[in-house]
């Protein structure tokens, strides 16, 4: 029952799911003056929400608490959280990566760097959510060992649905494979909460964030005040607002499972 309403209840808080309910009670409100005020509600949440400023500035806030270190030292183990890979179902003939696939290449670079000796890849799948036939574990694994690592080195976490169960069934193997210290991959925006929860397993834990949406250069030119770059930062996007409601997702995760004891 968590899942479920970890994965439903937050629609209507994001920006576009609120926007869609006070759009809905302004149809059904007799009232001119509060239909007003609840058309204007939805579309400044829908500006603010689909601007750049708001967006980058949100995402910048999650994926540069844990800057990657010039120099990643070594550990007993490398942990991939699932969510880079697409299943392969037709007219997909294989699996392929989408745009958090950087965590598979950055984990492989890491043990090719002889950074661990083992990968440990976690992500299950929410049958009710998604019937994609196989676990992003799984996944990640296929796509690994076509990269040339050995499926010896890989160990498989197929059973979680959310990032709690992600630490919590990954460290049960760890602990059997007497694994203290860890290299842990994952997105940058999802870094914050995936440090904390496998620290609070009692991990040591080395962040290697990848796939950062707000670099030095994107940040450096969102604060161009010339008209075209003004126009382009004010007007709202679909990329803007999915960014500012994967940015809402995490801080909403991190109140959640702090509210949990899971922190």
């Avoid at 969510?83 to 745009?99: D, I, K, Q």
């Avoid at 996944?139 to 160990?155: K, N, Q, R, Y």
């Avoid at 250069?217 to 010339?226: A, P, Q």
Wanted: hydrophobic fraction near 45%; include cysteine.
């Amino acid at each position: 029952m968590f899942v479920f309403l970890s994965k439903f209840l937050p629609l209507f808080v994001y920006p576009l799911g609120l926007a869609c309910v006070l759009l809905i009670l302004a149809l059904i409100r007799s009232s001119t003056r509060i239909r007003s005020y609840l058309i204007s509600g939805a579309l400044i949440l829908l500006w603010l929400g689909g601007n750049r400023w708001v967006a980058y500035s949100l995402a910048r806030s999650l994926e540069w608490r844990y800057l990657p270190p010039d120099e990643i030292p070594p550990a007993e183990a490398i942990v991939v959280l699932g969510g880079g890979t697409e299943a392969p179902s037709y007219p997909r003939l294989f699996v392929e990566v989408n745009g958090a696939g950087d965590r598979v290449i950055f984990a492989a670079r890491l043990f090719k760097q002889g950074k661990a000796p083992f990968i440990l890849l976690s992500g299950g799948y929410i049958t009710w959510l998604s019937q994609r036939g196989s676990t992003p574990a799984e996944e990640m694994a296929d796509l690994l060992t076509l990269i040339g690592i050995p499926s010896e080195a890989l160990w498989l976490q197929p059973r979680s649905q959310n990032t709690h169960e992600d630490a919590v069934f990954s460290a049960e193997i760890l602990r059997q494979k007497g694994v203290h210290r860890i290299i842990l991959v994952t997105s940058a925006q999802h870094m914050p909460r995936s440090v904390a929860l496998f620290k609070h397993q009692g991990f040591e834990v080395i962040p290697a964030p990848t796939d950062f949406n707000v670099t030095e250069n994107t940040w450096r030119d969102l604060w161009r005040f010339d008209p075209p770059s003004l126009l382009i930062n004010l007007l709202p996007t679909a990329d803007n607002l999915g960014l500012t409601t994967s940015s809402l997702k995490e801080y909403l995760g991190l109140l959640i499972y702090r509210l949990q004891g899971w922190l």
